[in-house]
T-cell receptor, first 109, second 117 residues
Framework: RKEVEQDPGPFNVPEGATVAFNCTYS??????FFWYRQDCRKEPKLLMSVYSSGNEDGRFTAQLNRASQYISLLIRDSKLSDSATYLC??????????FGRGTSLIVHP | EAEVAQSPRYKITEKSQAVAFWCDPI?????LYWYRQILGQGPELLVQFQDESVVDDSQLPKDRFSAERLKGVDSTLKIQPAELGDSAMYLC???????????????FGPGTRLTVL
């Protein structure tokens, strides 16, 4: 089993839809969690950190489920500009980061 | 806004040649990361520095790759000799530290796209 797993998609949704991605991790001792957004042929950019209590930023909500070892990202009211690849990052032992392979989102008119 | 600088942006080389990439992190960031990203995959950590010390280089192919951060500021990643399979995007990132919470948040440079012919 890979350390961090994501469904590569693509998730193809209409504008205004709500979409959710999950990211599972294998190391129960993982320390911190993040979601990044990556546009085609660009560098990843931090979208949000994932806290134990959950985290919301506008249309984006991230949650952590330590018991089941996954993090989630919910996007409400999808915009065309949300089309990108969403990468989860799990920091394990000594806060060494591991990226998932990313989930591709395509929002269409 | 502070940014991570990388150079060159693009590099084309022939196999068996040596290549080097440079990264200047955000000022004050103690932790520096080098990643390799193949199209369609997530970034793979090659080496992580805390100041000038290596925290992790378990995924660095040490027979051909080397990385240094001599003064704990900027860093160089070298490949010698380059192989066809090294064609990828090489990303550098930095963070304030590698303890918990927001100090872990990584900021990426624009990357160096390497093509080995």
């Amino acid at each position: 089993r890979k350390e961090v797993e994501q469904d590569p998609g693509p998730f193809n949704v209409p504008e205004g839809a709500t979409v959710a991605f999950n990211c599972t991790y294998s190391n129960s001792a993982s320390q911190s969690f993040f979601w990044y957004r990556q546009d085609c042929r660009k560098e990843p950019k931090l979208l949000m950190s994932v806290y134990s209590s959950g985290n919301e930023d506008g249309r984006f909500t991230a949650q952590l489920n330590r018991a089941s070892q996954y993090i989630s990202l919910l996007i409400r009211d999808s915009k065309l500009s949300d089309s990108a690849t969403y990468l989860c990052v799990v920091n394990g032992r000594s806060y060494i980061p591991t990226f998932g392979r990313g989930t591709s989102l395509i929002v269409h008119p | 806004e502070a940014e991570v600088a990388q150079s060159p942006r693009y590099k084309i080389t022939e196999k068996s040649q040596a290549v080097a990439f440079w990264c200047d992190p955000i000022s004050g960031h103690a932790t520096l990361y080098w990643y390799r990203q193949i199209l369609g995959q997530g970034p793979e950590l090659l080496v992580q520095f805390q100041d000038e010390s290596v925290v992790d280089d378990s995924q660095l192919p040490k027979d051909r790759f080397s990385a240094e951060r001599l003064k704990g500021v900027d860093s160089t990643l070298k490949i010698q000799p380059a192989e066809l399979g090294d064609s990828a995007m090489y990303l550098c990132a930095s963070s304030l530290a590698f303890s918990g919470g927001a100090q872990n948040e990584q900021f990426f440079g624009p990357g160096t796209r390497l093509t080995v012919l």
